[in-house]
């Protein structure tokens, strides 16, 4: 089934500083001075979203002993534990946690107990003692992880990237998750490619670039149409912070030439009932692949948010809670209460798979 999700009567949701405008009127309690922890970089005392600086209060340092040895690995701990299973969000490619910092408020707010992990090689985890950021050691990092702190099945969500590093894990390790949530996929590319066979000094350069600020700022624009120059900048700053930790090329580029995921071949072994979101604007992964996935995953459901480009959390994150929400509890009796998430219409077509398309009624 695909079932496209606009917000309100009035169509679909404005662009991203619009519901930062519905985010404030959700009355959570935000403020811009906010207590950092220590090991984050300076820099984030300049960023400006209220969100951002919340969630980065509340980032913290988890001791995670695994095969590579003992990682000080930064991460958001729920603010309670509940009886039902944890969500767990991953994020994108050389990110961060604060990739969901509207999002895990409105799934908190919902009654979700949340966590936000840095995968290993990014984020804000003490990497002095540089293991290897393999997909071997982010898979096992990532397990150690679950076993000593959260110990009970979660529901998996990764975006972008981080689609292939849920993939990966859930195929290794079914016992830890419960249910998947994939959303704006990236796991049809065949690893990092050529960029493997690099040698060791041009690699470093290219990452110095992928650090760069023009780069960034490009790619926010990319992402995101229509956001004030000062909204990209304040992003770009938010993205790039993690890169400022000195041992973040070194990671990045370790990671590039350990040949990077490649799971095309597990699709098919994944087992979890699965939430597929796409964003109907996604300039990045073209929608075709989304409804591909949705056709090999056999327990799959398909959901397109319209005017949502490819980082739905960020841009529409009361669609993607309300989405995420819905399918944690759809085998609760209890449903969500009434005001948890925002009220949204729902537009469906329905369809079938069929030679890995979608059928759709005429």
Not at 9 to 25: E, I
Not at 165 to 193: K, N, Q, W
Not at 273 to 282: Q, R
């Amino acid at each position: 089934m695909l079932t496209s999700f606009s917000a309100g009567a009035g169509g679909a949701t404005p662009p991203a500083l619009t519901n930062l405008k519905w985010l404030n009127s959700r009355r959570l309690t935000i403020w811009a001075g906010c207590d950092f922890p220590e090991f984050l970089p300076k820099q984030v005392e300049n960023i400006k979203d209220p969100y951002a600086r919340k969630l980065a209060s509340r980032i913290e340092r988890i001791p995670v002993n695994f095969s590579k040895g003992c990682v000080m690995s930064s991460c958001v701990k729920p603010k309670e534990q509940k009886e039902a299973n944890p969500v767990v969000l991953l994020h994108g490619f050389d990110s961060t946690c604060l990739e969901w910092r509207y999002t895990l408020p409105l799934l908190e707010e919902a009654g979700l107990e949340t966590w936000a992990v840095d995968i290993l090689g990014w984020g804000f985890s003490d990497l002095g003692r540089l293991p290897s950021c393999d997909v071997a050691s982010k898979r096992d990092h990532l397990y150690q992880l679950w076993s000593t702190y959260i110990k009970r099945p979660m529901v998996l969500v990764g975006p972008s990237l981080g689609s292939a590093v849920a993939i990966d894990f859930s195929v290794h390790y079914p016992e830890a998750v419960d249910r998947l949530v994939l959303i704006d996929a990236s796991v049809y590319a065949e690893g990092t490619g050529k960029l493997a066979t690099l040698p060791k000094a041009v690699a470093y350069a290219g990452v110095y670039l992928l650090k760069s600020i023009p780069l960034r700022l490009c790619a926010i624009s990319l992402a995101f149409n229509g956001l004030p120059l000062s909204t990209c900048i304040d992003w770009t700053n938010i993205g790039r912070l993690h890169c400022l930790l000195p041992w973040w090329e070194d990671a990045t580029v370790n990671f590039m030439i350990s040949g990077g995921y490649n799971v095309i071949d597990q699709i098919k072994h994944v087992k979890q009932k699965t939430l597929i979101i796409w964003g109907e604007d996604d300039q990045i992964i073209d929608y075709k692949l989304g409804v591909r996935l949705h056709c090999e995953i056999p327990s799959a459901k398909l959901r397109q948010i319209p005017q949502c480009g490819h980082i739905p959390h960020v841009q529409k994150p009361d669609v993607v809670s309300r989405l995420i929400t819905e399918f944690v509890q759809s085998d609760q009796s209890q449903r969500t209460k009434p005001n948890t998430v925002s009220t949204i219409s729902f537009p469906v077509i329905t369809g079938t798979c069929k030679s890995g398309c979608l059928a759709y009624p005429n």
